[in-house]
């Protein structure tokens, strides 16, 4: 189960951050454009995942006045990669300053595909990108699935299904998935941040496809 809202053809998706921005506080120091970008990233990675085709973006901005703006910017560049164009709104919490930075960013897509039941048993599972959190993600920018590859990889033929890793690991998503325990050469535990890599269920005929559209894939074993 995707963590989505699927209603009146809408898929809606959701992910925030906290302690993460531009206050003498936060426990990663990076620029607004950065939060925006990453907060936008996970729930576009979720919506364009269960079938959606992503057209606004609610923002909840807990950083001050002065943090809007590049919280706009980037969730555009975002939006961007993963290849559509957003409606933006949402509101500013400007009547008390909290001492940490925090950001919410829900975003809304059209239901434009269905995703299919497929045999879990006849597919090869791997995962494209390594597990982040924190600061590794910006330290370890090559380790990062790109949204681009993500965007192309979900409508490749013979991949049935992807599934972005959060903050639960690989391991919860892929026995959720696979519907068997499943080994991989990455930390199967650690979270994996505004899900920095991706699950994919692929035929084996698409296998080299896939390699070739990701660069690297680190196939599971049994």
């Not at 950083?63 to 993963?82: H, T």
């Not at 960013?105 to 239901?111: F, P, S, T, W």
């Not at 965007?151 to 972005?164: A, F, L």
Request: charged content about 20%.
């Amino acid at each position: 189960m995707r963590d989505v809202i699927q209603t009146n053809g809408l898929i809606i998706a959701a992910d925030n951050s906290g302690a993460i921005g531009g206050k003498r506080n936060d426990l990663v120091r990076v620029p607004y454009e950065t939060v925006g970008y990453f907060s936008a990233r996970v729930a576009l990675m979720e919506c364009v995942a269960a079938g959606g085709e992503p057209f606004a973006a609610i923002i909840h901005n807990f950083s001050g006045d002065d943090a809007w703006p590049l919280l706009c910017d980037g969730i555009k560049q975002a939006a961007v990669e993963i290849g559509c164009t957003l409606e933006l709104t949402g509101s500013t919490e400007s009547n008390f300053v909290m001492n940490q930075s925090a950001t919410g960013v829900v975003i809304i897509g059209r239901h434009v595909r269905n995703i299919d039941q497929f045999d879990r048993n006849a597919v090869r599972y791997g995962v494209i990108g390594k597990p982040l959190v924190g600061s590794e993600v910006l330290e370890n920018p090559d380790d990062v699935a790109s949204l681009a590859v993500f965007k192309k990889i979900n409508s490749m033929p013979g991949v049935e299904s992807v599934v972005p890793v959060g903050s639960k690991g690989i391991r919860y998503e892929l026995e959720q998935l696979a519907e068997r325990p499943l080994t991989c050469e990455l930390d199967l535990e650690k979270s994996s941040g505004p899900a920095t890599c991706f699950i994919i269920a692929v035929q084996e005929v698409a296998m080299k496809a896939v390699e070739q559209a990701a660069g690297i894939v680190y196939w599971c074993k049994i």
